[in-house]
Every structure is written in C-alpha cells, then in structure tokens.
C-alpha cells in the first residue's frame, strides 16, 4: 500500500497519456506498445498478440510455489468525439476513452509493478491481463480464453469504474450480476410499388413495424415476470419516398438477459416472430441472430473473499462497501467467469463537485483520478488476501 501511495501521481500521468491518445477495438497497437514497453527490464514473462488480438498477458512468477491468478483491465476506446473541455482531452477525432479503461490500464500496471517488486514473497503466480477490444464483439476476452494461455489460473478478478458512486466507494454482486447480450438485424423483403396502389405491391414497412411491435411481446407475454430480459429496436431503414412503397426493410436491435435460460427463450421467441412474418405478410425475412456476450457471473464463494478481503479498506482508502443491483449493462469479462471462477466488481468514480455527473459512454464522461489508487488498493487487498498475506 505504500508502495501504491507513493506512485498515484504516475497513474495518473499514464491514465492521462491514454486519454489523449484513444485507439478503437482492435485498432490499439500504439495502446498495446507503451503498456509492452512498461513491462520491458522487469522480471517478468511478456507474452503479445495473445489470442491473435492486440492482448498481453505478463506473469509475475512468486518466490514460492503456489496457484495462479488473474488480474485483467481492458485498454480500447469508443467512437465518440469528446465533449469534457478537459485539457488532456483525445487527440483523435470521434475516438474517446468515455468509459474508463485509460484508468483500468493505468491503475493495473502501477499495481503490477508494486507486485513485480514483491514478487519473491508471493506464493504462487500472478498473470496480468491487458485486454483490447472490450466495446467491440466478439469482443477480446473471448479469444484470450481460446489462446489456453489461461488454463493454469484458478481465479480472475476485474473492476470497473462508475460514477455511480463516490470515489472510496466499492460495490459488488453474487451470482449473474450483468447482462448478457445479442445483436440481431431483420431484412423485410416485399414489392415495391406507387403509393396510391398498394394493392399491386407489398409494403415491407408494414410488415417490419408490425415486428417491432409484436416483439415486445416476447418480454411482456413469453418471459417470467421475475426474469430479466430486454429487446431494443435501435435502428429501423425505411426511408424512401412519400409516395413510394418500400420493397425492402432493414432492423437492427439489441437483446439483453440475465441468465442463459432466459437467453435461449428470448431467442426461440424472436426467430418464431421472424417466421410467423412471412406467413402474416407474405414477405421475405432474413434474420441474422448473434449472441455477442454471455451473462457475467460472479461466483458466490469467490466474491464472498473478496468482500472480507475488502472490509481492511474501510476507513483507509475506501469509505463503504455495498451489495449492489444487477447490470443491465453487458462486459465481455464474462468470458473469463465462463471458464474461471472469480468475481467483477465497481470502483465509484464520480468526478468532485456539485456539477453534472455524466455516465459511461456519455462524451462529457470523466472520472475521479483519486478512484485510480482506491482500484489499486482495492485489488491488491484481493490479492493479498487470496495468497493470505499481511
């Protein structure tokens, strides 16, 4: 801990560096460069490319024999053009770190590098996972766990910022604690025609609005009024001429559950809808249904450590530590929970003042830089409570 005390401002100039030079999924290589150039000297194994993306993993052997853990933050931006006046605002036009992995990388590799230098009272391994291409399906944790290079860990743990709360404030959920996620795309294909005839043709804009209305069915009359499911139409490209029949139309919507019984509804109900079209309005559909992440579960037993891991952080570096909702929200560490046991919680970061607190993904989101050394300290308790180490 005071290894990390003396070191916050460096986080902060490295949080900072991020921030004014973003990079896009899968596009991070400057981002994946200077993370590599960090871990260059030290006593560490470096592995790039990993899962054939811009991943690195570096593992921080102990000075005894003992499990492995995992430690992950992700390092991608989003394609938004800043609004926050800030003055090491992005560089890059329409790129933005407006959801806080300049601050996951940054606050993980000072704490990696606190480790590496206690390294030889460790009993066991560390590997610290830097992640691209979060925001981006199919995301890159997904082919991070592919590479096998984590089969020899036993637990994972993540964070993530919010401004939710208040810098020193921690939250946490058991069990399926965010959403999982699917994408899909309706093609309408009927016959166009003049509009003051529509009996010569076969309005797709019909046909497609129906959908859009009767898939709201699926939530309101298929699901378990206890179940957590959402269907969002964010794109419907109809646009034509007033007098025009469309002979074609494109939707694109979102899907959101929390369990995979409940995904696998969801998903019987939409292709259903999808069919029943074609018969309804004798139109042509096609549906491309992709489920991009899984629900995020945080394993009960695993989250049950680190909240007692957590409770020596009271009145130090952290000022509550609660239970919280389940997300609507969707995180491709649920990859990683798929096939490790583990546990992703929140690090408030809402920025000092009275003024507007913007959330995640907005283009005047900023955080708190105090919340960077609470996220260390955080998740060095953790793993100092998982090797039981004072």
């Known amino acids: 801990m005071n290894l990390l005390d003396e070191r916050k401002e460096e986080m902060v100039e490295i949080r900072r ?9 899968f596009k991070e290589e400057k981002t994946a460069q200077y993370i590599i150039d960090f871990y260059q000297g030290k006593e560490v194994k470096i592995q790039t490319e990993v899962g054939g993306v811009h991943g690195i993993i570096v593992t921080i ?7 492995t853990i995992g430690l992950r933050a992700d390092f991608d931006a989003l394609p938004i053009q800043e609004e926050t006046g800030l003055p090491f605002a992005s560089k890059n036009p329409d790129v933005m770190h407006a959801c806080g992995h300049d601050g996951h990388t940054a606050y993980l590799m000072i704490l990696a590098d606190c480790l590496i230098r206690l390294k030889e009272e ?7 996972i830097h992640q691209p291409a979060e925001e981006t399906p199919p995301g890159g944790a997904k082919s991070i766990v592919e590479s096998g290079e984590l089969d020899d860990v036993s637990e994972i743990f993540g964070i993530h910022f919010f401004p939710m709360g208040k ?33 010569m043709a076969n309005d797709a804009i019909v046909a497609a609005s129906y959908f859009v209305t009767a898939v709201q ?17 964010g794109s419907f490209d109809g646009k034509g001429s007033f007098n025009v029949i469309k002979d074609y139309v494109e ?6 559950y929390m369990t995979k019984d409940t995904q696998d509804k969801i998903a019987f109900e939409v292709k259903r809808l999808a069919e029943g079209l074609e018969k309804m309005y004798g139109v042509t559909v096609t549906l491309t249904y992709t489920a991009d992440y899984p629900p995020l579960y945080n394993d009960p037993a695993v989250t049950d450590l680190v909240v007692d891991s957590l409770q020596s952080g009271i009145g130090e570096y952290s000022t509550a530590i609660n239970e919280t909702d389940m997300l609507s929200g ?36 900023d955080l708190d830089e105090d919340a960077l050394l609470v996220a260390a300290k955080a998740v060095g308790d953790v793993v100092c409570g998982y090797f039981k180490l004072n």
Not at 224 to 231: H, Y
Not at 350 to 360: E, I, L, S, T, W
């Open 122 to 128: 460790l009993p066991g391994k560390i590997k610290i």
């Open 167 to 199: 810098a020193g404030e921690i939250g946490y959920h058991k069990g399926f604690s965010m959403a999982g996620r699917t994408y899909f795309k309706l093609g309408v294909q009927g016959q166009g025609g003049h509009g003051s005839s529509p009996h």
């Open 61 to 67: 052997e102990g000075g005894q024999p003992g499990k």
């Open 17 to 25: 560096h991020f921030h004014e030079n973003p990079e896009l999924s």
């Open 251 to 256: 939707l694109e919507g979102d899907v959101r």
């Open 217 to 233: 069915t699926v939530i309101s009359r298929r699901l378990n009024p206890f179940e957590m499911g959402v269907v969002t139409i």
């Open 330 to 365: 969707s995180e491709d560490f649920a990859y990683y929970l798929e096939k490790i046991p583990g546990t992703f919680f929140y690090i408030g970061s809402a920025p000092k003042g009275d003024g507007p607190v913007y959330f995640n993904h907005h283009p005047k989101f």
